[in-house]
């Protein structure tokens, strides 16, 4: 297991230069840059004529590096990457890290407690339903189940927002914090109000995963549970709980463990839209003002980002899928 650890993170290098290259050149694709942006809103804002605003611009375009060509302005950017510097935020004016760094934590956190909840409270119902087929639960189950997986996340948060502010009166809704702790210290006072923040946006993002995890688990458990081995435990004469628990789930995570690889990328990117309805601080906002922008380095690196994710997600979850099967061997 270890060299295969090792193998996958030596290959996880090419992988990545590779998405950074596909990620500079999505970015770089459309006309224009943020330079031509400066120089719209010069025009326009700025007070100054057609003739001043191209100056600064092309001033500006110079000392960062934009009127190089592309691979020289690529090389940069991943040589930089070596020593930290994911290179700067033309619209905030700060460097890349910096400005990542303050909300990475927030989208990860968020993403993780999603996956949680969306296996814990998937899994469970999924088994149930499919030890107790066409029963008054089952049917129930399978209809919060497609009610997860068709309402859209953003919708389900403003039904969540309307019901909390006008049916139970509560008073800050969004962000992580109310606005009294928002820039206050740590403090216990402070960690109980994110509690009562937080659970919010975990669960309007974790709904559709939810759904999703509870419909594969009863679908997979169904065809394990009609295989000749697990009839022939319960021939033997053990108890249902021990057939299910001991012969059967274990085959059956055996799809969702491979998904879990690819469900914390879709949950980081998933979740933008649903972080501006509920004035989230993670990178999904930040990531689409960054595109709309054309702050390339910025959102250069939140796709790199988002491919860093995806490879260690999939190494996580091979290793883990190795442990619950032991006929895995990757050796």
């Known amino acids: 297991m270890i060299s295969y650890i090792i ?5 996880s290098v090419p992988l990545l230069l590779l998405v950074t290259l596909i990620a500079f050149t999505v970015i770089t694709i459309p006309p224009g840059d943020y330079m031509s942006r400066l120089r719209q809103q010069l025009t326009e804002r700025g007070g100054l004529s057609r003739e ?23 090389g940069k950017w991943v040589m930089g990457m070596f020593h930290g510097d994911f290179g700067y935020s033309f619209q905030y004016r700060k460097p890349v890290f910096q400005i990542i760094w303050r909300r990475l934590g927030w989208t990860l956190a968020i993403a993780f407690s999603a996956l949680v909840f969306a296996n814990v409270f998937g899994l469970i119902p999924g088994i149930y339903s499919a030890t107790h087929q066409y029963s008054l639960s089952d049917n129930f189950f399978t209809i919060l189940a497609f ?3 068709s309402i859209p996340n953003f919708f389900l948060a403003l039904v969540l927002m309307y019901i909390l502010v006008f049916w139970l009166g509560v008073e800050h809704i969004g962000g992580l914090f109310s606005p009294k702790f928002m820039m206050a210290p740590w403090s216990w ?8 923040h937080f659970w919010l946006p975990v669960i309007v993002t974790g709904t559709a995963g939810t759904a999703g995890a509870m419909r594969v688990m009863r679908n997979n458990l169904l065809d394990i549970l009609g295989q000749p081995y697990v ?23 055996q799809p969702i463990i491979m998904t879990w690889g690819m469900q914390m990328p879709r949950l980081i990117t998933g979740s933008a839209i649903v972080a501006i309805v509920l004035n989230l601080p993670t990178t999904g906002p930040m990531f689409l003002n960054a595109v709309v922008t054309q702050d390339m380095y910025l959102a250069g690196s939140f796709l790199l980002m988002i491919g860093v994710v995806l490879v260690i997600g999939n190494l996580l979850a091979d290793i883990i899928l190795a442990a619950v099967d032991p006929r895995i061997r990757y050796d």
């Open 7 to 11: 193998r996958r993170a030596i290959y």
């Open 52 to 74: 001043e605003a191209i100056e600064v611009a092309e001033q500006m375009r110079e000392r960062y590096g934009l009127d190089q060509p592309f691979l020289v302005q690529y």
């Open 189 to 196: 006072a402070k960690f109980l109000d994110f509690l009562k």
């Open 231 to 253: 009839q022939t435990a319960r021939s033997k004469g053990l108890r249902e709980i021990w057939v299910v628990s001991k012969h059967a789930l274990r085959n059956a995570l």
């Open 147 to 149: 009610l997860g997986l």
